[in-house]
T-cell receptor, first 111, second 110 residues
Framework: SQTIHQWPATLVQPVGSPLSLECTVE??????LYWYRQAAGRGLQLLFY??????ISSEVPQNLSASRPQDRQFILSSKKLLLSDSGFYLC??????????FGQGTRLTVV | RKEVEQDPGPFNVPEGATVAFNCTYS??????FFWYRQDCRKEPKLLMS???SGNEDGRFTAQLNRASQYISLLIRDSKLSDSATYLC???????????FGTGTSLTVIP
């Protein structure tokens, strides 16, 4: 069965510092992958999605970027974090019958 | 207009009660429909798919009304463990994009 690994689970970073969140998947090949952010008490906001290696679509212009260097690896990055980047970051894949499966998420606090 | 709209609640119900959530979607091309459950500070997890004919899984019943573009979730005999946020999700399949509602908060009270 497919699994999604995300790390770290929690992260506290100062404003202006860089960010790199990694997501890896197992048990599937050529998945559609997604990065979402959820602010406290809010809904899920789609940040990026990828249909294959090197293919990234951005939904929201901001200081974040994403890369997909390998089929089962999806990375979310920032060169300089803002306070507004705080939130719960979730990696997801589209599985069988168009169901979404999520990693356990990274809770980022920018201070 | 949002792709998917849900009443955010909160719904506070006693144990054993029946509670219903509704969700509307704006794109008539939507083809796949789901309810997800999200516990506090956790990732969303699939609760059930929603089929055109309606479907049931134990105490949970999901219904889809394509003509009116709404989806419902009925929970019977509520348990304390049902307390969570319930997310309505649709997928257009074309482009394989998911659209999430903002969630409905449920608290089941002893």
């Amino acid at each position: 069965s497919q699994t999604i690994h995300q790390w770290p689970a929690t992260l506290v970073q100062p404003v202006g510092s860089p960010l790199s969140l990694e997501c890896t998947v197992e048990g599937t090949s050529n998945p559609n992958l997604y990065w979402y952010r959820q602010a406290a008490g809010r809904g899920l906001q789609l940040l990026f999605y990828s249909v294959g290696i090197g293919q990234i679509s951005s939904e929201v212009p901001q200081n974040l970027s994403a890369s997909r260097p390998q089929d089962r690896q999806f990375i979310l990055s920032s060169k300089k974090l803002l306070l507004s980047d705080s939130g719960f970051y979730l990696c997801a894949l589209s599985g069988v019958l168009f169901k979404a499966f999520f990693g356990q998420g990274t809770r980022l606090t920018v201070v | 207009r949002k792709e998917v709209e849900q009443d955010p609640g909160p719904f506070n119900v006693p144990e054993g009660a029946t509670v219903a959530f509704n969700c509307t979607y704006s794109n008539s091309a939507s083809q796949s429909f789901f309810w997800y459950r999200q516990d506090c500070r956790k990732e969303p997890k699939l609760l059930m798919s929603v089929y055109s004919s309606g479907n049931e899984d134990g105490r949970f019943t999901a219904q889809l009304n394509r003509a009116s573009q709404y989806i419902s979730l009925l929970i019977r005999d509520s348990k304390l463990s049902d307390s969570a946020t319930y997310l309505c999700v649709v997928n257009l399949r074309t482009g394989n994009q998911f659209y999430f509602g903002t969630g409905t908060s449920l608290t089941v009270i002893p």
